[in-house]
């Protein structure tokens, strides 16, 4: 498994800006990053500083090379889920595990919809992750929710175990789904769960199987890293932009208002200076010198 000092997840502003710093510390640094983010949206920027009237994507390019020419490893994968093991965190980002030493969570302001009944299922039948609770349901039926393409994969690889009911949450191309595959009308309204069985209620009627998939290209937080602290949706964070989990920090919209790309910026460098300061003290105490 692949070790890191920090694993960024998020590849905008905060998190682009939060790599260049680590290197410049010779931090290990692995940036995961879902897409484009806010940045890739923005038309133009006229209050970023040095760059006037610049193109958001331009500028996310600029970033984003960078951090990779100081050093930083940029891989792009939808991160799933962030589990503290001990003083260390393990990082699940498609099918992939990494260790992070510390982590920056820099994924702008993403939100999740979630059906009608979802949050109370997961692990009880919903789960986002294919590649890690697949192998519950082989030789049942599983329902994949999804959103995009992306999803496609996950189910293909879901159906090696089982059979494989598909329902778009969002508009996308399925041409490609094999005809193993069984693509169902509707959209998703709700989920509940009826004895052993998971129930999809669409606007066309019901559906159950065994299990849930939820395939969509964010995560909500509370499914990213349920362990953290958060007061009604923000983030709690101290003046170091560490959240309640020490060595996990928080930069950008993420963090909270204003939700601008300079700001953005600016707490990259912030965290991972925080991260830095965190990281020598843990390595000092590992190695039995007080400060
Ligand atoms: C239309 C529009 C116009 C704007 N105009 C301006 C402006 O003029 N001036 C200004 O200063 N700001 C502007 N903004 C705001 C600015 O774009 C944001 O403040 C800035 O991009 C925030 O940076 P960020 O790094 O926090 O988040 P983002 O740029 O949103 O980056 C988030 C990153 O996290 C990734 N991510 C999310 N979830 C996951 C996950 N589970 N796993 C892996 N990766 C994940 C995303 O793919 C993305 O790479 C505008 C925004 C929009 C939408």
Do not use: W
């Not at 998703?188 to 290209?217: C, H, M, Y």
């Amino acid at each position: 498994m692949n070790e890191y000092d920090l694993i960024i997840i998020g590849g905008g502003v905060a998190g682009c800006s939060a790599a260049i710093t680590a290197r410049q510390r010779n931090l290990t640094t692995l940036v995961l990053y879902a897409g484009d983010g806010a940045l890739g949206k923005t038309k133009l920027i006229d209050n970023y500083p040095g760059f006037p009237h610049v193109a958001g994507p331009d500028l996310l390019q600029h970033l984003r090379n960078h951090a990779s020419s100081m050093g930083a490893e940029l891989t792009r994968a939808l991160v799933r889920r962030v589990m503290p093991l001990g003083d260390n965190f393990s990082v699940l980002a498609g099918n992939d595990l990494f260790m992070g030493k510390s982590v920056i969570l820099a994924m702008g302001t993403a939100r999740v919809r979630m059906l009608e009944g979802e949050e109370e299922l997961v692990g009880q039948g919903v789960s986002y992750c294919a590649t890690c609770d697949g192998m519950f349901y082989r030789g049942g039926t599983v329902l994949v929710i999804a959103s995009d393409h992306e999803a496609i994969e996950e189910a293909m690889y879901l159906s090696t175990l089982a059979k494989v009911l598909y329902v778009k949450e969002r508009p996308h191309d399925t041409s490609e789904l094999p005809e193993a595959i069984t693509q169902l009308p509707g959209n998703p309204l709700s989920l509940k769960a009826v004895g052993e069985q998971i129930v999809l209620t669409t606007n066309e009627g019901e559906v159950s199987a065994d299990g849930v998939f939820v395939l969509r290209p964010a995560v909500a937080m509370t499914q990213l890293i349920p362990e953290v602290e958060v007061q009604g949706n923000k983030l709690v964070l101290d003046s170091d932009l560490m959240t309640s989990i020490p060595g996990v920090y928080a930069a950008g919209d993420i963090a909270g208002a204003p939700l601008q790309a300079a700001k953005a910026a600016g707490e990259g460098n912030i965290a991972v200076l925080a991260a830095a300061r965190y990281l020598t003290k843990k390595s000092a105490t590992s190695i039995g010198v007080s400060s």
